[in-house]
């Protein structure tokens, strides 16, 4: 009976050790009670309204927890399967989409995407006119945009139509080009949108039901859509201010590429951890996806620091692929995407040799200042271009 007691005590005690540890890219490791404590500080001392946090080690989830509030003026707690306005994590399942349909043969990454319309790009029509094309005319340009150039981001489009190079905001602005397609990185939903057009085009099928087939019906993803669904209301979460100010809930009934996309983090956890393990696998797929088309020279992905370039992330030689930003870091390749808006924030990286990543979901528009120190705790990544993200941390 001693002898039992005593191995009984030396188990538990070994499983105490042992147990819950989360491991970062470079072999160190911290608790998951460790963790926990410190995202909760961190969420308290910047006054974050709410947070999901799913990290995969070896290709699997090994730590998922909501933190916060759904809305913070009725105390709602915040959980992993409510709805959360994707924002452009949108724009990195199209980029899976589009991958799929090069695969088959589908569409082309360097055919010019006006060879898949019957009429000149400028003189397409849409039920809304505002997003069409027009201004375009007599500027032959549009003729040398293709699927890869509107996926990293080199169409010469501003992000939306409406933002000048100033990025000042013009209600009545038309689309227009900053420059020569494929000449330089501009993050741009229009040359998402202008692909997302095309490729309805070719396939003669929508967004929805394209992502449906293709990605959402396949994973299990049956709390996400790229259109506002009955299913979702009651549990979705609400945007905040920094303020923590609850911002009523927008919902969209257009799909949209870049950025109309609804999701869990449970939802979301699941088609990232099909993409690492797709990339960890160095599949054909993940090769198209994460192959740099693009390096990136400017000093910011936003605002007029666009057009300044410096050598700050060569050390990374940050680039982008098929919807994703890439780094390079000494644990192998990073690839990355952002989502932001009004009352969101969101950020995800995934290290395919280290079968290691993290999704970091928020509805609070002060979130970010917290990133470059989650990133740090939840896996170890010290490579994320926070500068290059204006992931300005809180506390400076």
Not at 153 to 172: A, M, Q, Y
Not at 174 to 180: M, N, R, T
Request: proline content about 3%; overall charge negative; glycine content about 8%.
């Amino acid at each position: 009976m001693t002898y039992s007691l005593l191995f009984l005590s030396i188990l538990i005690l070994f499983s105490s050790c042992s147990q819950d540890k989360i491991e970062h890219i470079d072999g160190n490791t911290i608790t998951e009670k460790d963790l926990t404590q410190r995202i909760q500080t961190l969420i308290d001392e910047a006054g974050v309204a709410g947070l999901a946090v799913t990290i995969f080690n070896d290709n699997e989830i090994a730590y998922q927890k909501g933190f916060g509030y759904a809305n913070y003026e009725t105390k709602d707690t915040l959980t992993t399967d409510q709805i959360f306005y994707g924002a452009s994590f949108s724009k990195a399942v199209f980029g899976y989409l589009a991958a799929d349909l090069v695969l088959d043969g589908t569409i082309d990454l360097d055919t010019p995407l006006q060879e898949y319309f019957d009429v000149p790009i400028p003189d397409l029509e849409f039920e809304k006119e505002w997003r069409g094309f027009a201004n375009l005319s007599g500027d032959d340009r549009y003729k040398d945009i293709t699927a890869r150039m509107c996926l990293n981001h080199s169409t010469g489009f501003p992000n939306w139509r409406w933002l000048d190079k100033s990025f000042d905001f013009d209600r009545n602005g038309k689309i227009h080009f900053f420059f020569d397609p494929g000449a330089r990185f501009s993050y741009s939903g229009e040359g998402m949108m202008l692909l997302q057009y095309a490729i309805e085009k070719v396939t003669g099928k929508g967004l929805e039901e394209l992502a449906q087939e293709r990605i959402f019906g396949p994973l299990g993803m049956t709390m996400t859509s790229y259109v506002w669904q009955e299913r979702f209301e009651g549990v979705f979460v609400n945007g905040h201010s920094s303020e923590r100010e609850v911002i009523p809930k927008d919902t969209e009934d257009e799909a949209g590429a870049a950025g109309s996309m609804e999701t869990t983090p449970d939802d979301y956890a699941k088609f990232f951890g099909h993409i690492l393990r797709e990339a960890s696998s160095d599949s054909e797929l993940a090769q198209l996806m994460f192959n740099p088309s693009l390096r990136i020279s400017s000093k910011a992905q936003f605002g007029v620091e666009v057009w300044q370039d410096t050598d700050e992330n060569d050390d990374i030689e940050l680039s982008y692929g098929m919807g994703w930003g890439l780094l390079k870091s000494p644990y192998g390749y990073g690839a990355f995407k952002e989502g932001s808006d009004q009352g969101w924030e969101h950020y995800s990286i995934m290290f395919p040799e280290q079968k290691t990543g993290v999704i970091i979901m928020s509805n609070s528009d002060n979130a970010e200042g917290i990133f470059k120190e989650l990133l740090e705790i939840t896996i170890g990544d010290v490579y994320t271009p926070w500068k290059w993200e204006r992931y300005i941390p809180y506390d400076q």
